[in-house]
């Protein structure tokens, strides 16, 4: 079976351009996260969706953030007007229905802004 | 708000030696979610060990944890390490609440464990 699948891989932007990360989750899966990576700050959450529906963007930065799931198969995260600070590994997970199961990681997305 | 805290920063073990990584947490629930991950080099995270029953060790792989809500603990304990357990280790709290949400989870800053022969 295919895990999540996350593309592009890598990305690199100038600052000021936007960038659109996109995933799959894991077919079956109904809850849908992103998270972010960067040596300094570790892992840190970003947002979710459950059956699609936003549940959770506490740790979305607010002005140039946003993310969505027009259908089961699919999210994205987009950020506008990309910063240097904005770089990181950018991690999409699925987990199947409950809060106590397994999230499984799929590979990131590393985003460079320069 | 919740919140997890780890063993900080490097932790440099040679191979045979017990491996300990701590792990202490903060939450309102009375009933918390606690998960170890691992992160090997230019890999993505993926599930150690989880737990939600109160004093029951949970085993995987060599690796070994209790979850102690008196003292708001899960460490990560191995008997012997093996040069291939050198990789990033996070510790982690699910804030779900049943019937209410998914729970993502709130992670603590990382471990890195390097082995050495």
């Known amino acids: 079976n295919a895990g999540v699948i996350q593309t592009p891989r890598h990305k690199v932007t100038g600052k000021g351009q936007e960038a659109t990360l996109w995933c799959e989750p894991i077919s079956g899966h109904s809850a849908v996260f992103w998270y972010r990576q960067t040596i300094v700050q570790g892992l840190e959450f970003l947002t979710y969706?459950?059956?699609?529906?936003?549940?959770?963007d506490s740790g979305m930065p607010k002005e140039r953030f946003s993310a969505q799931m027009p259908n089961q198969s699919h999210s994205t995260l987009k950020i506008q007007s990309t910063q240097p600070q904005d770089s990181a590994v950018y991690l999409c997970?699925?987990?199947?229905?409950?809060?106590?199961?397994?999230?499984?990681f799929g590979p990131g997305t590393r985003l460079l802004v320069l | 708000g919740d919140s997890v805290t780890q063993t900080e920063g490097l932790v440099t073990l040679t191979e045979g030696l017990p491996v300990m990584l701590n792990c202490t947490y903060q939450?309102?629930?009375?009933?918390?979610?606690l998960f170890w991950y691992v992160q090997h080099l230019n890999e993505s995270p993926r599930l150690l060990l989880k737990?939600?029953?109160?004093?029951k060790r949970t085993e995987h792989q060599g690796f070994h944890a209790t979850l102690h809500k008196s003292s708001s603990s899960f460490h990560l304990q191995k008997s012997s390490a093996q040069l291939s357990d050198s990789a990033l280790y996070y510790c982690?709290?699910?804030?779900?609440?049943?019937?209410?949400?998914?729970?993502?989870?709130?992670f603590g800053q990382g471990t890195k464990l390097s082995i050495k022969p």
């Open positions: 969706f459950r059956n699609q529906a936003p549940i959770d």
């Open positions: 982690a709290l699910s804030d779900y609440v049943v019937g209410y949400n998914q729970g993502k989870l709130i």
């Open positions: 737990s939600f029953t109160d004093n």
């Open positions: 997970a699925s987990s199947p229905r409950t809060g106590q199961d397994t999230q499984y």
């Open positions: 939450t309102i629930y009375s009933n918390p979610f």
